[in-house]
């Protein structure tokens, strides 16, 4: 089983290009662990712990908002852990092999993955204009802090996410002009 390219297109063409005295396969992995996954499972963490502590009074802005932001960030996991496990039952069309090229994912879940992430990043970004515009600090410190990390969290998970995506599209295929 090996790792589809929009989880690590680094891991990906190692799968590929087989392995390499370099240091692509760790990077990778590293890459993959570290700051991918970790990263994403302090992302969903941050966003319940928000929305079950901070956030849980149903009748306000605050808690719709901080519902769509973790909404938003489920819908782009989901589509990542579906196409994931079609995947693999399916003889991993999106993983590379030495013999084989990683199919794209469809359009459509592309779509859902990167504009999860958006969607989510702006929630975020609009829980922390209504925290400042609330009067007399109605937000606690700590609340809004947790806010200003989901922010800087979401942009490198994203960022990451789109360079997987974008990685694997401009090193498998090849570039042509539309002149020639």
Partial sequence: MGV???LS????????NGKSED?????????LII????TWVTIVTLDIMLLSNE??????SSHIVQTGALVSVAIAAG?????????????????STASKQAKPLPPFATSLIAGG?????????????????MPGGAVEQRVFEMLVAQIALKHFGSAMALANQRLFLFTTDSVTSATS
């Avoid at 297109?9 to 590929?16: I, K, S, Y």
């Avoid at 240091?23 to 890459?31: D, F, K, L, P």
């Avoid at 956030?55 to 306000?60: E, S």
Wanted: glycine residues 8%.
């Fill in 4 to 6: 589809p390219y929009f």
């Fill in 9 to 16: 297109a680094q891991l990906d063409g190692v799968q590929r």
């Fill in 23 to 31: 240091s692509n396969e760790t990077e990778g992995w590293i890459g």
């Fill in 35 to 38: 700051f991918n996954i970790a």
């Fill in 55 to 60: 956030f849980k009074h149903k009748d306000t």
């Fill in 79 to 95: 589509t990542i852990v579906t196409f994931w496990v079609v995947g693999m039952c399916f003889d991993n069309p999106f993983t």
């Fill in 117 to 133: 992430l958006k969607a989510t990043l702006g929630f975020s970004y609009l829980l922390v204009i209504m925290a400042l515009l």
